[in-house]
């Protein structure tokens, strides 16, 4: 991590800012934590820069420089998104806590202030509910005063109910400070106090020791749960079940974004494919007569028609990767339109023309492969004009394909469009707020790309060129 240096805290009694490259260098730092506080500075490059808009023209060697950061440290090949997504979403995490928790604001008083300050404040309210505590068992919390006009006797009650808030005082105490010790804030605490300690700290690998038993013995804490909610048009309202977010799924997104990004933070087209065959250009066209939310909808409808022909399930495959993919966009059309870079009544209109044309056709939440299959207008030299039509056209043609090079071509032309659906400068505060009710798998994507500087350049665009940005351009780079 030389020359990176970013800042993790500030310690103004332990020698000042701690950077990610002084923690890379700490020889009793485990690499796990180090990746932990790397996601942690990494929060805080996130919230400064897109939250708080303290985005400032930045020189082509910054660009550059957070660029590279991605795709040469974080993400060099498709075989690290594992560490890449894990350091994504811890960072998440941070974000969460920032927005919703007050541990951010503890962790800061902590490394301003010695550590020891929060275990010794933690102490001192124990100790002062102990102590009352004995005064209340010895009856002693009465004041005798010399002839009361009122007297007040205290009866065996009153001690019971004092003792038992005084329990509940002491067990949420406890509760508390066990929580924070056991959280990633507390983690990253001990790695600042491996690079600058103030000399009446205790040994890190002891405060480490304490922390590790915590985090075994309390509940975790993670807020992504790694799932992805579906929706399928062909369906209708038939609630679809989240499913996990898969391997497949993940290197899939690696791969494309390596293809797409890795050479040229300013390309969005990767190499060519059959996706150029002129049997299946159609139905990327864009302009007046299909919008790039139409062409996402046509697709979905073709991935869709694939599946259900089929007589395997999906799974961690290429295949299940596409169909995931296919259906997480189709959510997201439905479910969270803020999160897309498009408007959300442009959006709603869609949304509401699919729905119609369901009715229209007699769709129901159970339709055959053979009806779809049989739909007047779906075939080879038909024009078709409703959507619907359109993706059961492109999916009687996809099918032509070999089953594997099929749904190889879908996992990367879908891991390509929530790429693009994911690129948005202006979506931000919509990102954090769905972090409250777990996130989405949107966020680690459009998080990536921040790093990454692509943000930061599609915001300095003409925000009609970013309108008009050919979303079908990642499925012509499906390899």
């Known amino acids: 991590m030389n020359g990176y240096e970013y800042g993790v805290c500030y310690r103004p009694c332990g020698g000042g800012v701690v950077t990610i490259a002084q923690i890379w ?158 959280s990633d804030w507390a983690q990253v605490s001990v790695a600042t106090m491996y690079v600058k300690r103030y000399w009446y700290e205790i040994s890190p690998s002891i405060f480490a020791t304490v922390i590790a038993f915590l985090r075994r013995v309390t509940f975790s804490g993670q807020l992504m749960r790694n799932r992805m909610k579906q929706h399928s048009v062909i369906l209708g309202q038939r609630q679809q079940d989240p499913v996990e977010v898969s391997d497949a799924v993940k290197i899939a997104v690696a791969r494309s974004l390596i293809s797409m990004y890795s050479g040229n933070p300013t390309n969005d087209v990767g190499e060519t494919s059959q996706w150029q065959d002129h049997r299946y250009s159609w139905a990327l066209l864009q302009g007046l007569s299909q919008s790039q939310l139409e062409v996402m909808l046509i697709w979905h409808v073709a991935t869709e028609y694939c599946h259900i022909s089929g007589a395997r399930p999906a799974s961690a495959t290429a295949r299940g990767a596409a169909v995931h993919l296919s259906r997480y966009c189709a959510y997201l059309i439905g479910s969270v339109p803020e999160l897309l870079p498009y408007h959300e009544a442009d959006i709603a209109e869609l949304a509401e023309k699919v729905t119609k044309e369901r009715k229209l056709f007699g769709f129901s939440d159970s339709v055959s492969h053979d009806r779809m299959r049989n739909l007047q207008g779906t075939g080879e030299e038909d024009n078709p004009r409703k959507i619907l039509q359109k993706g059961i056209k492109l999916g009687k043609q996809l099918e032509r394909m070999a089953d594997g090079d099929r749904w190889k071509a879908l996992q990367d032309f879908w891991a390509k469009t929530t790429i693009h659906a994911a690129k948005s400068h202006y979506t931000t505060k919509q990102h954090m707020q769905h972090l409250e009710s777990g996130g989405e798998f949107l966020t680690h994507i459009w998080a990536l790309l921040a790093h990454a500087g692509i943000l930061y350049l599609n915001s300095v665009n003409n925000e009609d060129q970013e309108d008009q940005a050919n979303l079908g351009s990642g499925p012509s780079a499906a390899a």
């Open 25 to 182: 260098d700490s020889l009793g730092i485990s690499t796990s934590l180090k990746d932990l506080c790397l996601s942690y500075a990494l929060f805080v490059q996130l919230i400064h820069r897109r939250f708080f808009c303290r985005v400032h023209p930045m020189a082509a060697s910054s660009v550059t420089r957070d660029h590279d950061f991605v795709f040469k440290k974080l993400l060099p090949s498709e075989r690290d998104f594992e560490r890449a997504f894990r350091i994504v979403e811890a960072e998440l995490g941070f974000c969460y806590d920032f927005f919703f928790t007050k541990y951010y604001y503890t962790f800061v008083i902590t490394n301003l202030l010695p550590v020891p300050f929060l275990q010794s404040l933690a102490l001192a309210k124990i100790t002062l509910i102990l102590t009352v505590g004995v005064f209340a068992v010895r009856n002693s919390l009465l004041l005798e005063t010399p002839n009361p006009i009122i007297q007040v006797r205290i009866s065996r009650a009153d001690n019971i109910i004092t003792l038992l808030l005084l329990g509940i005082a002491l067990i949420v105490e406890l509760v508390h400070a066990a929580f924070y010790l056991a």
